[in-house]
């Protein structure tokens, strides 16, 4: 008996196919947009692992009245950094400036937010490049790919010229604003009227004590305080990728209430016949999977469309896509509920009637 009803449900779908398909698409298009944000919020938490990398220090010594590097302007003296240099734990010591800044390509292109940073050339924090080479001269910039920059272009700072030797990849902060680095000493012309300042002393090696009026923080603190900024928009992405999996449960739990409803004299002929309502509602439950599986196709590739069409980066991490399917299952059967519920409940007295 089981096979049988289960053998009329996916007979069912096929007769009822346009409808099907319909639901599909749609429910896919949700779970598409539940990935994308999925990736989006990965994205965060990538970037900020990509840009404390890129700076590749063990410790970093900023004033003692912030938290981190990337969240205040208050800066300490760049001569700092050879005194920390002299430490017998530490094996390289360089002063960085990090601050907002804006870039245009041409004199007539829309200004673009980016993050600059300024590293004295061969020293920590001097960026590792994806392709072309690092910082080696005044007047000389290493770009992120998402500015859709080349190589030996000239772009504007702050006012000034530089011309683009190197890029990154996907060294950003702050939800996607790109990194720039220029030279420390351009860095410190182009904002800080040349004065010798520094955000931070970035260490390689292991400084002890901390001179005074300033402390040390580890690559751990400087990735939380990057992270704090974005904590209430990370919380709204969460939120709204649960508001997706509801909709997605409405869409799926409506169609298969609505064929349960044109089916119920299929159900009552069932019971008639001995078929058990156990058996009634597996069949609603192979609809759902089989609808909760082809959409989890549609979605995924409806995420590599969509992901590419988003202004941020968006990196849908392997686990996500692998328990995806699992996912739109469990919820497809709990929405299938209210049809499962109809389907038992039919009475046989119905499959005689006129």
């Given at each position: 008996m089981l096979r049988s009803v289960l053998f009329v449900s996916l007979r069912d779908l096929q007769w009822r196919r346009r409808r099907f398909l319909i639901g599909v698409f749609a429910?896919?298009?949700?779970?598409a947009l539940a990935l994308v944000i999925t990736g989006i919020s990965q994205s965060f938490r990538n970037e900020v692992n990509r840009t404390v990398g890129a700076i590749d220090?063990?410790?970093?010594?900023?004033?003692?009245?912030?938290?981190?590097?990337?969240?205040?302007?208050?800066?300490?003296?760049?001569?700092?950094a050879p005194k920390i240099a002299a430490d017998p734990g530490v094996?390289?010591?360089?002063?960085?400036v990090l601050l907002r800044n804006t870039l245009k390509k041409t004199p007539t292109s829309s200004l673009r937010d980016i993050g600059m940073i300024g590293a004295e050339p061969g020293g920590v924090g001097s960026p590792a490049v994806a392709d072309g080479r690092t910082l080696q001269h005044d007047g000389e910039a290493v770009v992120d790919k998402s500015l859709n920059i080349g190589l030996g272009e000239e772009i504007t700072v702050a006012g000034s010229p530089f011309r683009v030797v190197g890029r990154t990849d996907g060294v950003t902060y702050f939800a996607g604003i790109p990194a720039v680095f220029i030279t420390l000493r351009d860095a410190q012309r182009v904002?800080?009227?040349?004065?010798?300042?520094?955000?931070?002393?970035?260490?390689?090696?292991?400084l002890a004590q901390a001179p005074e009026t300033t402390h040390i923080v580890s690559?751990?603190?400087?990735?939380?305080?990057?992270?704090?900024?974005?904590?209430?928009?990370?919380?709204?992405?969460?939120?709204?990728?649960?508001?997706?999996?509801?909709?997605?449960?409405g869409i799926i739990g409506s169609i298969l209430y609505i064929q349960a409803i044109e089916r119920t004299r299929d159900f009552a002929v069932f019971k008639a016949i001995g078929v058990t309502g156990r058996s009634l509602a597996s069949g609603m439950a192979i609809q759902a999977i089989v609808l909760a599986l082809l959409a989890t196709v549609v979605a995924i590739i409806l995420s590599y469309v969509l992901g590419p069409l988003m202004p941020i980066r968006v990196e849908v991490p392997d686990s996500a896509l692998v328990l995806m399917p699992a996912v739109a299952i469990v919820i497809s059967v709990i929405a299938s509920l209210l049809g499962m519920r109809r389907a038992v409940s039919v009475d046989p007295a119905m499959a005689f009637g006129g």
């Open positions: 429910a896919g298009l949700v779970f220090a063990d410790q970093w010594v900023v004033s003692e009245k912030v938290a981190g590097p990337f969240t205040a302007s208050t800066l300490i003296a760049s001569a700092l094996k390289q010591a360089s002063a960085i904002s800080l009227v040349s004065q010798p300042l520094a955000s931070a002393i970035v260490v390689r090696g292991h690559n751990d603190m400087v990735r939380a305080d990057l992270r704090r900024p974005l904590k209430n928009g990370a919380g709204t992405i969460d939120t709204m990728r649960f508001l997706l999996w509801v909709v997605a449960a």
